[in-house]
């Protein structure tokens, strides 16, 4: 399955991310299929520069955006929906969440 997601590069405390599309299983930093996008936060505001027909291309194709991908297109008004939470609970602290609610 093959998925959109970022791929950190650039110098130290100087990061830069490629939106990229790889195979889910695969490393972000190994081959990819394609590069879609770039997004640079140390600029004010964070420079965003993405291809919209690519990523409407492989969306199309079956390629799933992850969260954080997932509500930066929400916001670049790419997709329509509502943003994705990023936030995990381990298994410890549902467990504990549970006793306490019961």
């Not at 939106?19 to 420079?47: F, H, Q, R």
């Amino acid at each position: 399955m093959l998925s959109i997601r970022l791929s950190r590069v650039g110098k130290k405390k100087q990061p830069i991310y490629r939106l990229v599309v790889c195979e889910k299983s695969k490393d972000p930093w190994g081959k990819i299929v394609e590069n879609v996008g770039l997004v640079n936060p140390m600029t004010t505001p964070a420079t965003i520069t993405l291809k919209k027909e690519r990523i409407e291309h492989w969306i199309s194709k079956g390629a799933q955006p992850t969260d954080t991908v997932w509500n930066l297109f929400i916001d670049e008004k790419l997709v329509e929906g509502e943003k994705r939470k990023k936030v995990k609970i381990s298994k410890k602290r549902k467990v504990k969440l549970a006793k306490k609610s019961a």
